[in-house]
């Protein structure tokens, strides 16, 4: 097939929705650094997104059948890279999660998510299956879980949470029967108090902080609290671009990082804040409708493993800054700072591109 | 093309509508959480927008309190005794110090302070946000705060903070009345939060500058501050009010009697106290020992601070309103006129001094044991050579409660609400009194009736309640309240008197009991009495010497020779001149001896002073060299 066809069929409204959340995530890094230590972020920012954007570009002109050919030898290298990164890592904030080569850092935890996705959906896509059987489960769950687990002993635990909408996604549609789906449930329920003996001390206090924010308002209650006012006082029209006290004077931490949408609701409002949800349910919107129209089962799987991340990224993310949610530390991917965050969410969209723009079987 | 193959295609229609469908849930459920996240935004942003604002502006929004420049204190002729100047104060700025542990040397090389010290003021700043500066070095000269400045290349981390400071021209000159200030202390802002102090707020601590603290201080100012949230200051809003500087207050204090004074009291301790008698107003007052006043505008002086509170001999006490002792034989001016006045014996009334009055099973001395006793005396020549026996058989026959009744119309045994901050009553005891204050021995004996005939027993007066006294006979009975302030300013550059009634009380004598008192204590001065030593020629001064007791003289003991520790306390309580006084005084001194021969000279020396001045004034000098010569 002819390479004009396939531009034919490109998505390009999930694309311009994409570069739209890149830019205003590098307005508000813009806003939410000058005159900080973090000023040099947005340049920073911008070279990440030409990063991303070439390997989007790449991730888009590839068959995604080729890449699924080989997703098992990404899937390696992803691995390895958490591997050595376990050994040679550059410890940040008490975890062991990032890569250097050369004057370059990233987190290979990011590009583990991605050859993940492609794996999984590779697997899903060769079986061909009635429900879910016990053995496809298993290897969901060892396909998840090695990368997981690598992840956790960094540890990063924000990033492998983000694992667990990618598990309940491919799960889910790849045809989990409802009864064990809510026997699952069930269990997990019951594991829940379980699993709060293996938390570490600050994560019992996130969560306690979550339910009584005025606890230790000086100390772990801070930072809601503080994005709180940052949201709320923003009003309906915003404190305006370079004027959001809450962000400009450094009362939010990781206004750029993990508060960056706290910063724009501050200066663009209700308006603006209503506007950004929009283009991420565009996006979201996007990548379903690239889901359903698929044309096999590989397709289907990439498209509802890149959503599922991204999705469950961004809900997680912008449920902490409304206090819907405890703190977890996870970006908002296309607006937060970071570049792996950015680059490797970029070559997921990369592969819902290529799903959309070779759904039509010739 | 090749590897499409490898993956299958929908096995058929079912299975595409059951992954759609799911799909489809997925879709549902996504959209539902946007749409609780979009409520959640809609509840802060536009439902709880003013609470967040507020929340947000307390945030950000800092009140920063501008100090007013204290108001001067000044002398009754406008010369300043206080006022606020500017000091330089070297400061540190840490976030500047790429290493602090090396540079300190170097520091301590240049300010001239030892590395331990400089260490310790450091330390009392740990945990303080670092861009908050540490004074290292306060009010250096100027030529320090130049060489500071001169070097702010080299030395980027050092700066000069100008600060005004309360500042005693005289240092411990009239310590006592001026008092000092400090840092307001915590009691104190919990003790009236109508004040609104702020914390490290300079405050009057003691005398007139705690006293007139609230129109001295001024009115602070405040201005609206930006701050980041570490605390520094970004940009200042327009929005404020300015401060007004504290009000002057003119004291009745002369600076020329009170530095006669200081001068005259050498290195004694006690007090003085000298009033104008036709109003009360105090010329100067001095209570030693003291101490310099600047001492507690420093910062660093806790040494200092701590050896004066220590000190045994509790050189911040104003011994002038808070040191109670007995009155001696001053208080026999006291038991004559309540003689006189009650008609128990006229100024002829003679008595027989043999030296010691036998009275029960107790033998009363007079100080003239020695010598055989004084002989026949009248109340005038009784005054004037102090004689115990005569006033002993007076009070005998007076009895305490016309005693106690007098001393009391004399404004004894109550505070004379002068305007200091802390004022004692003494007591003036009776058969009432002793009932209350010795409940194991409640009976009023005779006896004790007999000590406080000359002054001792019980009997406990301060230094201003005796120069208050004296006043009330040198102006013929008026009782003023003694006050320290003539006028106050009370808008910028007015200063309108207080206008004050100052009289406590008249006190109605007959003019013979005055004549004859007034007569007597020119006689104590002038005629061979015990306090010739106070004598200037052409003054006609009057006054009356005491002594009151530390240790039991006996009569082999020479007094002169004691150790001074156990030498008496003396009195010389007085006023001048006779006939339309112009000033009236209480001088104590404390192991003074005898009153006519360390408080006579002192009360002289400012007399001296006094009258000097007078003679300028009216333009007749003829006297001073006489004065001087005597």
Known sequence: MPAWRYLNNFDWILFLAILAACSVGLAVIYSATTGTPSSGAFHRQMIWLGIGLVLMVLALLIDYHTLAEFSYVFYGIGLLLLALTLVFGRVVNASKSWLGAGGVQFQPSELAKVATILVLAAYMGRERVRGLGVIHFAAICALIGLPVLLIMKQPDLGTAVTFAPLFAGVVFVGGIRVRTLLILAVIATLALPLSWGHLKPYQKERVKTFLEPTRDPKGSGYQLIQSLIAVGSGGLMGKGFLSGTQGQLQFLPEQHTDFVFAVLAEERGFIGAFLALGLYFAIIYRCLATARAARDRLGVFLAIGVVCVFSGQALLNIGVVVGLLPTTGVPLPLMSYGGSSLASTLLGMGLVLNVWMRRLVN | ?630
């Open chain 2, 1 to 630: 093309m090749g590897f499409e193959q490898d993956y299958k295609g929908f096995q058929d229609y079912y299975e595409a509508r059951r992954l759609n469908v799911r799909i489809l849930v997925i879709q549902a459920l996504l959209g539902a959480v946007l749409v609780v996240y979009l409520l959640a935004f809609w509840y802060l942003q536009v439902v709880k927008v003013d609470h967040y604002r507020r929340l947000s502006d307390s945030n950000r929004l800092r009140r920063v309190t501008i100090m007013p420049l204290r108001g001067v204190i000044k002398d009754s002729e406008n010369r300043v005794l206080a006022n606020s100047r500017i000091a330089f104060n070297i400061r540190l700025d840490r976030e500047k110090v790429p290493e602090m542990q090396a540079f300190l040397p170097r520091l301590a090389g240049i300010l001239g302070i030892p590395e331990t010290t400089l260490r310790e003021r450091l330390a009392k700043y740990r945990g303080r946000p670092a861009f908050e500066p540490v004074i290292l070095k306060e009010d250096v000269d100027l030529a320090e705060a130049a060489y500071i400045e001169s070097r702010r290349l080299e030395l980027p981390m050092l700066s000069v903070e100008v600060e005004s400071r309360r500042n005693y021209l005289y240092g411990p000159l009239a310590a006592h009345a001026l008092g000092y200030v400090g840092e307001v202390s915590e009691d104190q802002i919990k003790a009236d939060p109508s004040a609104a102090y702020d914390l490290g707020e300079i405050v009057g601590k003691a005398g007139v500058e705690k006293q007139y603290d609230s129109g001295l201080k001024g009115v602070k100012g405040w201005k609206q501050v930006v701050v980041n949230s570490f605390g520094r200051e970004i940009q200042e809003i327009e929005e404020g009010r300015k401060s007004n500087p504290g009000r002057a207050l003119r004291l009745s204090i002369d600076l020329d009697l009170q530095r006669a004074l200081e001068e005259a009291y050498a290195d004694e301790a006690g007090s003085a106290v000298f009033l104008d008698p036709h109003s009360g107003a105090v010329l100067a007052m001095i209570s030693r020992p003291a101490f310099d006043s600047n001492v507690f505008s420093r910062r660093f002086s806790q040494d200092t601070w701590e050896g004066l509170v220590r000190d045994p001999r509790h050189p911040l006490q104003n011994r002038v309103s808070l040191s109670k002792f007995a009155p001696g034989s001053v208080f026999k001016i006291i038991m004559s006129i309540a003689a006189l006045e009650e008609g128990i014996a006229t100024p002829a009334r003679a008595d027989h001094c043999t030296g010691s009055w036998r009275f029960g099973d107790k033998t009363f001395q007079c100080w003239a044991i020695r010598k055989g006793g004084h002989g026949y005396l009248k109340m005038r020549e009784a005054i004037i050579q102090s004689c115990n026996v005569y006033f002993y058989r007076l009070g005998n026959e007076m009895g305490i409660d016309r005693i106690s009744k007098w001393a009391h119309r004399f404004g004894f045994g109550e505070p004379t609400g002068i305007d200091l901050p802390h004022e004692e009553a003494g007591t003036v005891p009776d058969p009432e009194w002793k009932k209350r204050a010795n409940p194991r021995d409640p009976v009023w004996h005779p006896g004790e009736t007999i000590s406080v005939s000359i002054g001792q027993g019980a009997l406990e007066v301060t230094p201003i309640q005796m120069a208050v006294f004296a006043a009330a006979i040198g102006n013929g009975g008026t009782l003023y309240r003694p006050h320290l302030v003539l006028s106050r300013e009370v808008r910028e550059g007015v200063e309108e008197d207080e206008h004050q009634d100052y009289v406590v009380r008249r006190i109605d004598m007959k003019a013979k009991t005055l004549e004859v008192i007034k007569d007597a204590m020119w006689g104590v001065v002038n005629d061979e009495g015990t306090g010739g030593r106070a004598r200037i020629a052409g003054r006609d001064i009057c006054a009356k010497t005491g002594t009151a007791q530390v240790f039991k003289a006996s009569r082999d003991v020479d007094a002169d020779k004691l150790p001074k520790e156990r030498r008496d306390h003396a009195w010389f309580v007085g006023f001048a001149p006779r006939d339309d006084p112009k000033i009236a005084w209480a001088v104590f001194v404390q192991n003074g001896g005898h009153g006519g021969t360390t408080a006579a000279p002192i009360a002289r020396a400012v007399l001296e002073r006094f009258f000097g001045k007078e003679d300028a004034r009216t333009g007749v000098q003829q006297l001073a060299s006489v004065a001087v010569s005597q």
